[in-house]
Structures are given as structure tokens and as C-alpha cells.
């Protein structure tokens, strides 16, 4: 059974072994997350060159997404890690030496200056507070509020303190770099705080004609300010709660959530929903009521894609997340298509209109007959998308001749891509066509597909056509 929501799975040691990436890509796992935030060149190449070799073995097009860590705080190496308790001193130091939970270095050595007394430190998403009592050269004495594990690399935020960090940093920089060399299908920029610092990441990339689509973070309530300018900058949405809920109040973040999915769906551009999505699995093997609810919302907030991150690149139960996952989806993903909901208009550029119309009629023609998905034919991946936000309710196969384009439209709601060259003719596509739903129980014999075929072999008067077959 296909999940038409996109699940994005975050590798770490968990789950960065061949077994375990052969295993997700088995439960249909289309878009991997490489944390550029952890390990290094090496790890991350050694993690890649496996999804690639495992994904060669299975007709789907996989996407992987590389996530810069941005001018992301966190603390230096500790060692060991160890627990802070309410009213315990703390020592935040301006240099990346190695220390103790209770005297330790941060990875942005120059903001040590800019914290005044009585401005909160926020560690781990907040699950740890800290307050400035005491200012000397290089060194902030803090007092524990709320206490919690610290360990080494925990995120660190600064709500109440004005940064001096640029939007992309060197190391970013090199990632980027890294990432066109070896070909990445997505780079998710963090901390996206105006349409610009997108601009900027876009000029890089086309200056070295790469095609990487960019996903802004939102995880700034400046970002959330700056939302619909941001999102025409950007090519997707990743609602980030965690740093969100930490910067803003919290209770704000779901009405966040709410606006970001509405405001993609009406661009017409994907949008996923990301951080403890179902955090209890990082030690038990079943989730809680409250995080099948979110998981829930989150489908029918028409999320494209939901994202696990520490749940499965360290969590102890990773293959049983993304399984519960799968099937909370798919339980919601029923009620919806079961509904008559409205298709509001979606809001493209003029040349689009007309093949926007087709998708809604597609759409349209699915509410009223029965078909058990969609074939769309998608040089360049826009008929694709524009089905993919008309919700229909069948999974639309779309077969692409572009490899990296077929690759990218693995990141879209109800979207399975395959990489395909087109044939001579329609007789022989056609064939490819039913060869490949039998082979990988798509469809079976007698099954009723809709099929949007090549417009180049259709007759030069025509410029699409709907057809609706039945697989012999």
C-alpha cells in the first residue's frame, strides 16, 4: 500500500548502515535528511554513496536532502555528559576547548559578549534554562532554572539576546560546495530570517549550474513575519518547531504550523513538518496519544511530508517509528479522501493556468469515478506537483526522463516518481506503463488507471490528453 504522505527520514548512527537504509527504503522511505549539523565529509559520503547504491535497486526514485546547520549554537565537547539541577552555577565559556557540564565551551565563541545579565539560555529545544547572573572576559557565569542532561552538541538559544551571525556560514559554505559536487537533490537552509538570505543561497547555486531546489527552515519568529516573501524566495517550507517553539511562545507555534501549510498549498509548493514529531520513540517502542494526534493534524493540515529526525538517527526504535509513521498516515490519509473538501485555487504563474486546470480536472474526474492511481507523463515535473497539491484521491505515478527531476518529485505529497525514458510510441509506452504497475503491485489486471500520456506521442494538433485504461 502506498503512503501518499512523504515520509523524510534522518540518518545518524542508528540507522547510517546498509542493512538500515536497504530496510527504509523497503518501507518506502523516498526523501533521506543528511545533518550537516553532525559528522563530517566523510561520514556524510559514506552515508550518501549507500542511499545511492541501495536506491539502484528498486524502481523509485530516492531524494536526498542535505540540512546546513547555520549559525545554529551549540555546546562544545563535554565529557562526560552529565545532569544539571535547579539553582546549580554554570560556566559558558568563549572558546571550543573541552569542559564539563559545568564549565564548557560554545561553537560561536563571540556571542558570549552579547548576552547581558539576565537573559535567558535556552539548551536542548529548551528543555534546559539557564539564566545570565555574571559577566567577566570571556566567560558567563549562568544559574540553572530548569535542569536536564547536557551533553556535547546540544543546540543552544538565545531568545532574549539580538545575534551578530550571518545567515550562512563558512562551514555552510563548504557543505554547499559539497553538496553540487556530489549531485544532492535538496539543501534545507536553517534560520531563514528574510527572503534575501535565500537569494543568496540561489545565486551560489545557479552561478554553478545546479539544479538543488532549497528548502527554508522556518524556526525564527522573524521568518514567520516574513513568511509569503520567503516562501516565493524558497522552493519549500520546513515548519522547524523545535527552534520555533524555543524563540517564540510556544503556544503560538501550532497557528505557525497552520498558516505555513495553508500559505504552500496555496503556492503550490511542499511543505513538511518536522521536530518530535514522535520524540517518545526515541526510547519506547510505541508513540503517545497526543503524537499520533499531531501526526495526524499535520496530514490533514495537507502537509507534504513529515519528517522524523533524532527518532531515527539515534533513537533505539527506528524502523518502528517510521512504520507507525507510515500507518498513521495512511489511517488519515483515508478519512480525508473520504471527504468532499473543496479544492481551493492555486496560484501559479499564467504560463501554468492551463495545466493547472488539467490537474484540477483530473482531480474533479477522480471524486465521481474510480481509478487506482494516476500515470502522468512529466518532462519537466510541474504537471506532477500541480496534481500533487489537487490532493486526488489516488497516488499519482509520475514517470520522468530527467533522473535529478524525477528524484526531486519523490519529496511530494501522494507522488511516487520513476525515472523513465519515453518510448516511440504510445502502444509501447503504454506497455511500459502496465509492466511497471504489475511488477511492483501498483495495479493488477483489470485495474482501472488514468494515465496522462507523452504530448509527443499524441498528434501535433493535440497538447494533452486524458485517458482512462484498463490493464489487460
Known sequence: MITKTTIVVTLGPAT????????????????????????????HQAMLDTIRRVSRRVPWAVCVMGDLCGPKIRAAHIEPAGRLEIGDEV?????SEPGTPYD?????????????????ILIDDGTIRLVAADKQPDRLMCTVQVGGTISTGKGI??????????????????????????????????????AEEIEALRSKLTAQNSPIRI?????????????ESILHASDALLVARGDLGVEMDLAHVPPAQKKMTALCRRFGKPVIVATQVLQSMMKNPVPTRAEASDVANAVMDYADAVMLSGETAVGDWPIQAVQFLAHACRVTERYLDQTDALRPPIETRP?????????????????????????AWTASGQTARLLSKMRPDVPVLALCPNDRIARQLAFYYGVLSVHMSCPGDFSAWLKQVETLCMQNDW?????????LPPEELLSPQSRWSIVMHTIA
Open 157 to 194: 538559544n538565545l531568545p532574549d539576546t539580538r545575534l551578530r551571525l550571518p545567515a550562512i556560514t563558512e562551514r555552510d559554505w563548504a557543505y554547499v560546495a559539497w553538496a553540487v559536487q556530489n549531485q544532492l537533490d535538496y539543501l534545507a537552509l536553517s534560520f531563514v530570517q528574510r
Open 351 to 375: 504560463e501554468l493556468h492551463d495545466r493547472e486546470a488539467l490537474a484540477r480536472s483530473v482531480a474533479m474526474m477522480l471524486d465521481r469515478i474510480t481509478a487506482r492511481l494516476i500515470v
Open 443 to 451: 495495479a493488477k489486471q483489470g485495474d482501472d488507471i488514468l494515465l
Open 91 to 95: 560556566v559558558l565559556r568563549a572558546d
Open 104 to 120: 564548557f565551551g560554545i561553537t560561536a565563541p563571540q556571542l558570549i559578549e552579547d548576552v547581558q545579565i539576565g537573559q535567558r
Open 215 to 227: 528548502v527554508a527552515k522556518i524556526e525564527k519568529p522573524q521568518a514567520v513575519d516574513n513568511l
Open 16 to 43: 547510517a548502515s546498509e542493512e538500515m537504509i536497504k530496510a527504509l527504503i523497503d518501507l518506502r522511505v523516498t526523501v533521506f535528511r543528511l545533518n550537516f549539523s553532525h559528522g563530517d565529509f566523510d561520514s
